[in-house]
């Protein structure tokens, strides 16, 4: 096993306890919106500038905002909305808005307070913001409210703002397919498959450029499992295009770029990006892995209380760009965005990572923040994922999975071999998931890939927090039906997230420490170290 490196990563802590103590929501869920009236005034005014943004092909451009209002109150705030036009007269309503003419059709893809940089404001009236935009396919506005989030009032919106192509295609995310040597590349953009076909141009670097084509996802509205997804947290998804690079050569650096051919003929393209391709199953070479999990989004000029909901996000995503170099492939083993139904804030995430996920296979597992939904097939029965029920998760990301919908899969990287359960559906012994893990588990010739690594979302093994080990919390049938299946195939590493508290386990078997060893191991460990984030 020489040379190979493992490396751990923990993101969010502190958000476990606020989850537990009082679990603290989704900042644009703390907007009532679907209480929103219209109170346009002359006497308010809000307007940004410049009015096209991206022009030198950037999918990200800071927008400033001046306000002036003749009565302004301590709690007036400004949303973002996008599309621009968000008043009943371009939408449905939705289900708790029926009858009250006009409401706003969508939350805000974010808010800050008027007084964000002006603390005179109540005074004066007057303030000016700056906002932090990323291409989200559709134009902008900002409106200006009173009535704090509880009772919100529209006094006034400002012009329109776009980027210079908002159907642009945006964010890659690299993962690896279904087997060693192929590359999936995964995007979005504005363009239908009758404007456009998409594809990836790629190649070795320095030699000629090949194209790949890319299949289309979408969906509706309809596709959501209930609130907020499918009433004020609805956005229109774009479209998520995902190409299959296949018959890679190991460990070599390909660039690579996004392309839509317009029915006209024209081409748009994104930016180069490059990537290393994966090493042979097998390979004994110097080989990198970050494993973390419940990360989450913050912006980056303020917005949505900054740091409050996902204190580490930035850290976490900042610290990862700068280690670009010192690392190989990741894995977010589930609560990925923490959109919960809000989903505009999965172009904010795809946005976070982009440095990461276009350079790097970004391999994603299910949390329960992307499925669980009641009566919509999850096997927990909360509300976590405000009615996204695994739909995100599931079409903005691609996973090497049989079925996408079922997140559990499979997947080499040199001497490691992974296998990525989900613990969002059942896992028992006996269910078709358990079946999967034992063939994923016996099927890896260990001479060649020593490392035999298992992960899952929830504690499904041992946990030393109160919390997760003797309470309902504890996910115990996973440990009895999984535990016999770890220790038969010399499963080295169990992964679990969801406690945001970073743990690490003697080699365990039955409760009992295998090994007295605590931080060096060598050949196979008799039990198997568990590792929380
Ligand atoms: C602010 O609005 C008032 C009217 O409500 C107007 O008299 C004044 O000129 C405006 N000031 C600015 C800087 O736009
Ligand atoms: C801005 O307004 C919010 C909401 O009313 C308030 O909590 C905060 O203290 C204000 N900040 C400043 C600097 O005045
Ligand atoms: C709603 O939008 C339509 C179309 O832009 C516009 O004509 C109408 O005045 C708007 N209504 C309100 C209350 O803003
Ligand atoms: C995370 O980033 C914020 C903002 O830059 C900073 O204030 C904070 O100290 C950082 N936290 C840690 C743990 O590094
Ligand atoms: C491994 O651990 C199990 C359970 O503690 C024990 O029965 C077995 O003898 C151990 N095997 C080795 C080779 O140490
Ligand atoms: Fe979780």
Redesign the pocket.
Known sequence: MSGVLLFLWLANIGFACAQINGYKDQPLSQIAIHKATFALRDSASIRARPSIIGTKGEDTDLVTVILNNSEPSVDDWIGVFTPANFNSSSCPPSEDQKGEQPFVCSSPVKFKYANYSNSDYTNTGKATLRFQLINQRSDFSFALFSGGFSNPKVLSISNFISFANPKAPVYPRLAQGKSWDEMTVTWTSGYNIEEAVPFIEWGLKGESRTRSPAGTLTFERSSMCGAPARTVGWRDPGFIHTSFLKDLWPNSVYVYRMGHRLVSGSYVWSKFYSFKSSPYPGQDSLQRVIVFGDMGKAERDGSNDY?DYQ??S??TTDQLIKDLKNYDIVFHIGDISYADGYISQWDQFTSQVEAISSTKPYMIASGNHERDWPNSGSYYDGQDSGGECGVLAETMYYVPAENRAKFWYSTDYGMFRFCIADSEHDWREGSEQYKFIEKCLASVDRRKQPWLIFAAHRVLGYSSDFWYAQTDYEEPMGRESLEKLWQKYKVDIAFFGHTHNYERSCPIYQKQCTSIEKSHYSGTVNGTIHILY
Do not use: D, H, I, R
Request: charged content about 0%; glycine content about 20%.
């Open positions: 740091s204190p580490g930035l850290n």
